[in-house]
């Protein structure tokens, strides 16, 4: 049995389609379509043609609920007709593995792709080979290190604590298995010099951004991640702390009003602090795109960004880091009361949901303003998590 997005009639036949959110066709849609039009066809429909129906990226809605162009339909009528002579193959494959015992299958890529298997932990050897004190410290935890771990667990090192250190090339391998082995965080000097040499005043900025597969303010595309929110934590001078925020009403496009506030607050001078610049730098790129009259002052934000991951990735490791220079995983390590626990909003998924909630027309105006509320707390737990660790760092001097 199977269910077709769209079974159109044409010209006596049908035209049969699968409706993807992707921008492309990727291998799988294919042998999905093949499953299909084995069904279809065996069921005693005619089919003209084949299609997958997906996201165009180009299109750029231009209101009035004009979605002429959203999908690109792809006709891969032929490029299935080899797959479709393989399904009674996989059929028989299929019953022979259902009347067997359990596959004994070593884990591997297919386990991840296309999508992740929701037996991993069951199959995965780490799930049933590792100690509770043994899973604290995987050799996965090495950043950019797949091949290396995999190699390390082929001869038998399940603990990065257990691994030699000359086993480990990269300085940013040994940083992390130090800091590992010997329980203690490590903080370079030289992150405190990059910090202070900022001056003042800084702005501490972050984005919280909402993406739509169907777009809904003219001007935009699919996909495009629209900025509707930032926090900014002010330091003027040293000991001197102001904070202030944006956060769109929900009412309609939320990009000018976001941009125009945004230079207002940081002005045309003083370092903007950000965690990830390269995330910060493309929203304003686009917004400068998008609204030429403001694309200066945007561009001399962007002139002005400090990125502080990189400072972290090349200067700072603890333990509890467990191999990740995210900012969730940095700040328990700096400033544990800072937690993002408990919190109604507590990542920027959480965010993009609350955030569609509010624009929601159903939404009552009482959960409106929860809402609100929770995505300022959380925004601004962002920023104040910047100045925590830039502060920390800053202290970090030559012994």
């Not at 044409?10 to 066709?25: C, F, I, L, N, P």
């Not at 065996?42 to 004009?66: K, M, P």
């Not at 125009?260 to 990830?276: C, H, K, M, Q, R």
Request: glycine content about 6%; some cysteine.
């Amino acid at each position: 049995m199977v269910r077709a997005d769209l079974l159109l009639p044409d010209a006596g036949q049908y035209r049969m389609a699968e409706v993807k959110s992707s921008t492309g066709v990727k291998d799988y849609h294919q042998a999905d379509a093949a499953v299909q039009t084995w069904v279809a066809r065996g069921s005693g429909l005619d089919l003209s043609r084949v299609e997958i129906a997906h996201i165009n990226r180009s299109f750029v809605y231009q209101g009035g609920n004009d979605y002429r162009g959203l999908l690109h339909h792809a006709d891969i009528t032929e490029q299935i007709r080899p797959l479709e002579q393989q399904v009674p193959d996989w059929i028989a494959a299929a019953r022979a593995t259902l009347a067997g015992n359990e596959p004994n299958l070593a884990p591997g890529d297919q386990c991840h792709s296309p999508f992740e298997c929701p037996f991993i932990t069951y199959c995965s050897p780490q799930a049933v080979a590792l100690t509770p004190a043994e899973d604290q410290f995987p050799i996965e935890i090495l950043p950019y290190g797949g091949a290396l771990a995999a190699s390390l667990r082929s001869e038998g090192f399940v603990d990065l604590r257990d691994v030699p250190e000359a086993r480990l090339s990269k300085p940013m391998h040994v940083r992390v298995w130090r800091a590992t082995k010997h329980d203690t965080p490590e903080l370079a000097p030289l992150a405190g010099e990059h910090v202070r040499a900022l001056g003042y005043p800084r702005y501490y900025i972050d984005f919280e951004t909402m993406q739509f597969v169907v777009p809904i303010w003219a001007g935009t595309s699919p996909y495009d991640q629209v900025p509707f929110q930032w926090s900014c934590h002010i330091e003027a001078s040293k000991g001197s702390m102001t904070h202030t925020a944006f956060l769109a009403d929900g009412s309609g496009d939320p990009r000018r009003p976001f941009a125009e506030s945004l230079i207002s607050t940081v002005g045309n001078a003083g370092a903007v602090i950000v965690y990830n610049a390269a995330f910060e730098r493309t929203r304003l790129r686009e917004l400068a795109e998008s609204l030429p009259d403001l694309a200066p002052a945007l561009n001399n934000i962007i002139e002005r960004m400090f990125d502080l991951l990189p400072v972290a990735r090349e200067n700072y490791d603890h333990p509890d880091m467990r191999g990740s220079w995210s900012i969730k995983a940095v700040l328990p390590t700096i400033a544990p009361e800072l937690a993002y626990d408990g919190l109604e909003v507590g990542n920027g998924g959480m965010a993009q949901e609350a955030f569609a909630e509010v624009l929601h027309a159903d939404t009552p105006h009482h959960r409106r303003d929860q809402l609100r509320n929770a995505l300022l707390i959380y925004c601004e737990r962002d920023t104040l998590a910047m100045v925590k660790i830039a502060h920390y760092f800053e202290n970090a001097t030559a012994a």
